[in-house]
């Protein structure tokens, strides 16, 4: 079995391999498909990404929210905590006492012309002051990248552990405001079983390019 960190360089490299109309024509696709979830469309608050590393464009999913007068919203990085972390390499799971303010997440946001900042990684963000940030349990869907997924909802992520430690209270209880959890993917990406770690949270859903795929 490949280590994470083999399927992660494997997976990356094809994925950053593609030409950006492939990124923009598979964005198409997981809308349509996203379009067959009844929690996205009663969804008010949708936490997305704008694509890098070769990753599947939301636009056409961002575009469809502005139109139907929803929320969409992007990750901020470092939202509150103690400030700068360490990189996006692998680091200590959620229940670490070390560094646990440093690799969290709020969402802000995001409307067409919003102001916008590069973080650490060199993606934007919208700058806009913390007060009118969203914490994670305030969302109802959160659409999140993936490098690897498998059928029983376990994932692979860049390994800096911000979506782990940002929803690690779905792992400690019901939430009457619990979002659920969609990666999204090329078809690619699956991998037939994925390790799992204690500090993993599962998705409710993948959706790719093809299909979505409900986690039970």
């Not at 067959?36 to 704008?50: E, I, M």
């Not at 990684?121 to 990248?145: F, N, S, T």
């Not at 992520?157 to 940002?166: F, H, W």
């Amino acid at each position: 079995m490949l280590s994470k960190q083999q399927i992660r360089k494997e997976i990356r490299q094809k994925r950053q391999s593609l030409p950006p109309l492939a990124c923009e024509v598979a964005g198409l696709g997981v809308y349509e498909n996203l379009k067959k979830y009844s929690p996205f469309f009663r969804a008010n608050k949708v936490a997305c990404y704008l694509a890098n590393d070769g990753e599947v464009s939301l636009a056409p999913v961002i575009e469809a929210l502005w139109q139907r007068k929803k929320m969409a919203c992007l990750p901020v990085l470092f939202g509150f905590g103690s400030g700068p972390g360490p990189g996006p390499g692998p680091g200590p799971g959620p229940s670490s006492s070390s560094g646990f303010g440093n690799r969290l997440m709020h969402f802000a946001p995001y409307v067409s012309g919003s102001p916008m900042l590069d973080n650490q990684y060199g993606i934007p963000e919208p700058d806009i002051a913390i007060r009118h940030q969203i914490k994670p349990m305030g969302l109802d869907i959160v659409l999140m990248p993936l490098v690897a997924f498998d059928q029983q909802g376990n994932r692979l992520g860049m390994g800096g552990g911000y979506y782990d430690r940002s929803f690690s209270f779905l792992k400690r209880g019901k939430s009457s405001r619990r979002p659920r959890l969609i990666g999204v993917a090329y078809d690619f990406q699956e991998i037939e079983k994925l390790a799992s770690d204690s500090w993993d949270v599962p998705l409710d859903a993948v959706v790719t390019e093809s299909r979505l795929i409900k986690i039970s």
